[in-house]
T-cell receptor, first 114, second 112 residues
Framework: ETGVTQTPRHLVMGMTNKKSLKCEQH?????MYWYKQSAKKPLELMFV???????ENNSVPSRFSPECPNSSHLFLHLHTLQPEDSALYLC?????????????FGPGTRLTVL | SQKIEQNSEALNIQEGKTATLTCNYT??????LQWYRQDPGRGPVFLLL?????KEKRKERLKVTFDTTLKQSLFHITASQPADSATYLC???????????FGGGTRLMVKP
């Protein structure tokens, strides 16, 4: 799992806290993604970055704010979250092409909002 | 709206048997379909990709079929082992740039 790393692995925060999730990919890919995975629900795509440019914001509330300073790093800034935001947050990367897109996932950050 | 259905109930099989998982989709014309494996508390891991013009793909003990008429993919694990126990996700792609749409996954339990 050294291809895509995520920190922290576990995070507990109150609704008034501000925290950030970090993702780093060592695969030389040009696209990065944030997904939310809640219990018994499919993976929900949140944000997509291609060549550091955000190309998709899947109607995500503004309390989630992504940042992609370069093609290897991706952050998800969190503020004033709600308990229903508790979930596993997964980062992924891919070498985007017109033909196929295989995504490589990090181990995820288990977020609990109290 | 696009919909991907995987059996949400766990599939329990005996070691050595063939496991077959199903992925059905509606309102979608994917250019390709992928299968991923996810262990508890971990990120999904890519297993196989099959394109719309391919009927079948194999990799070691894994076999995937893709029927675009039935809008269905089957994922087979032959000679299953307890280590194959995990959740398996199908994902469809090719219609919206580099974005994948995932199914909810099916949990497979292989008993010794």
């Amino acid at each position: 799992e050294t291809g895509v790393t995520q920190t922290p692995r576990h995070l507990v925060m109150g609704m008034t806290n501000k925290k950030s999730l970090k993702c780093e990919q060592h695969l030389g890919h040009n696209a990065m993604y944030w997904y939310k995975q809640s219990a018994k629900k499919p993976l929900e795509l949140m944000f997509v970055y291609n060549f550091k440019e955000q190309t998709e914001n899947n109607s995500v509330p503004s309390r989630f704010s992504p940042e992609c300073p370069n093609s290897s790093h991706l952050f998800l800034h969190l503020h004033t979250l709600q308990p229903e935001d508790s979930a596993l947050y997964l980062c992924a990367s891919s070498q985007s092409s017109r033909e196929t897109d295989t995504q490589y996932f990090g181990p995820g950050t288990r977020l609990t909002v109290l | 709206s696009q919909k991907i259905e995987q059996n949400s109930e766990a599939l329990n099989i005996q070691e050595g048997k063939t496991a077959t998982l199903t992925c059905n989709y509606t309102n979608y014309s994917p250019a390709y379909l992928q299968w991923y494996r996810q262990d508890p508390g971990r990120g999904p891991v890519f297993l196989l990709l099959i394109r719309e013009n391919e009927k079948e793909k194999r990799k070691e003990r894994l076999k995937v079929t893709f029927d675009t008429t039935l809008k269905q993919s089957l994922f087979h694990i032959t000679a299953s082992q307890p280590a194959d126990s995990a959740t398996y996700l199908c994902a469809l792609g090719g219609n919206a740039g580099n974005m994948l749409t995932f199914g909810g996954g099916t949990r497979l339990m292989v008993k010794p």
